[in-house]
């Protein structure tokens, strides 16, 4: 167990739909990453927080969007759903949001999103 | 081409035996090497990372990069059943204070008894 908690664990929706993905770091660590994993694509980064604020964006579509809350706890929204959007969808949390070598990135267990 | 390229395997080896898995990658721009291990239904983990050229060791894992032909490998030594999971290499480089990697997109390692 990473520490990283992730609810739901599973999500099946309709194509058009909007839905919220919740994340909560480990104790104590400061940064919040989210990842999509498809078969086709692999593990994708989407966006980086640390402390509040957005830190960095990676391959994130306009209908995405996420925030992190002043308890450090992370929501992911995504809209307008498309049946390309099925994926997994991971957090993960590391204490500063710095180097590899020093400030490892703790994985939480997914959101499986399934859009029929 | 994607920056990241990996092996989807399935890659089956009985116990015990050797295993070497492979990333090939294009942007010289990449300044440190990752190895993670994905079970079934789980989030990735890290296994062993490295920033420079030439040879890790920690424990039955080697992680090996060779920067000159963009080329790193990760050994299994021994390889247990408990090891049969996907092996995600990552790489990457420091783009505005964040560190935030690359992955490929995973092997497959089966270890039968």
């Not at chain 2, 990372?49 to 030439?54: A, E, P, Q, R, V």
Request: aromatic share 12%.
């Amino acid at each position: 167990d990473s520490g990283v908690t992730q609810t739901p664990k599973h999500l099946i929706t309709a194509t058009g739909q909007r839905v919220t993905l919740r994340c909560s770091p480990r104790s104590g660590d400061l940064s919040v990453y989210w990842y999509q994993q498809s078969l086709d694509q692999g593990l994708q980064f989407l966006i980086q927080y640390y402390n509040g604020e957005e830190r960095a964006k990676g391959n994130i579509l306009e209908r995405f969007s996420a925030q992190q809350f002043p308890d450090l706890h992370s929501e992911l929204n995504l809209s307008s759903l498309e049946l390309g959007d099925s994926a997994l969808y991971f957090c993960a949390s590391s204490a500063r949001g710095g180097h590899i070598s020093t400030d490892t990135q703790y994985f939480g267990p997914g959101t499986r999103l399934t859009v029929l | 081409q994607k920056e990241v390229e990996q092996d989807p395997g399935p890659l089956s080896v009985p116990e015990g035996a050797i295993v070497s898995l492979n990333c090939t990658y294009s942007n010289s721009a990449f300044q440190y090497f990752m190895w993670y291990r994905q079970y079934s239904r789980k989030g990735p983990e890290l296994l062993m990372y490295t920033y420079s050229s030439g040879n890790k060791e920690d424990g039955r894992f080697t992680a090996q990069v060779d920067k000159s032909s963009k080329y790193i490998s990760l050994f299994i030594r021994d390889s247990q059943p408990s090891d049969s999971a996907t092996y995600l290499c990552a790489m990457g480089s420091r783009a505005g204070g964040s560190y935030i990697p690359t992955f490929g997109r995973g092997t497959s390692l089966i270890v039968h008894p």
